[in-house]
């Protein structure tokens, strides 16, 4: 695994118009510098919940014969309206360690093994942060808690662990602010769903 990033060239892209959604940046970008070579890793920066571009700096790995001089090339080239700034980064930027590699790949695995619950009856006039951060501390106690998303009349906690969902379960009618909860288990494992098809599961199962 060393080896392979050791070969790999590592560059930063800016320029790109942010206001347009990420998929868009990214399909322009890979279209652009897939000529360049294999591209291993694009990050464009984003909001977690609501996938918003919240950066100006792209990040690429590139692997391939000459994939850095063909990158350089393209720095300060039209893409359809917005010139790119293209940066070769040191290997010392993105390099990772035996331990940072082990911490990922634990985070990743707990990730997609979580299980979830919906969380109603909090206070929605409070603000997204406030909310999360409060349901964060009220479920710390079932399990480790990998994700919280606040959504419109709802929200989305993420457990790994044992037993961590029925503990969960066990705090609906609990207060929080003033407010009663109402807390039920998702239907599916968290690693089945797309998030299209978590919206329709929540549909069927806890209408509004």
């Known amino acids: 695994m060393f080896e392979e990033q050791r070969r790999m060239v590592k560059i930063s892209v800016e320029g790109y118009d942010t206001s347009i959604p990420a ?7 890979t279209s652009r510098f897939s000529s360049c070579g294999r591209i291993c890793y694009l990050d464009i920066p984003r909001d977690p919940i609501t996938n918003v571009v919240n950066g100006k700096c792209s990040f690429f790995q590139l692997c391939g014969k000459g994939a850095e001089e063909k990158a350089l090339a393209l720095d300060g080239t039209d893409m359809g309206g917005w010139n790119v700034t293209v940066k070769v980064l040191p290997h010392d930027d993105l390099e990772f360690t035996t331990d940072q590699l082990a911490a ?19 206070d929605n006039s409070l603000p997204s942060n406030d ?46 602010g003033g407010c009663e909860l109402v807390v039920k288990a998702l239907p599916v494992p968290k690693r089945n769903l797309g998030l299209l098809h978590l919206v329709f599961l929540l549909a069927i199962y806890y209408p509004s």
Do not use: P, Q
């Open 23 to 29: 998929v868009d940046i990214g399909n322009a970008l």
């Open 104 to 122: 990922m790949s634990i985070s990743h695995f707990k990730k997609t093994r979580s299980e979830g619950v919906s969380v109603r009856g909090y």
């Open 131 to 176: 909310i999360k951060s409060a349901l964060t501390k009220h479920f710390a106690s079932c399990g480790e808690i990998t994700d919280v998303f606040v959504l419109k009349r709802r929200a989305i906690i993420y457990f790994f662990g044992w037993h961590a969902i029925s503990k969960a379960v066990e705090l609906s009618g609990s207060n929080v």
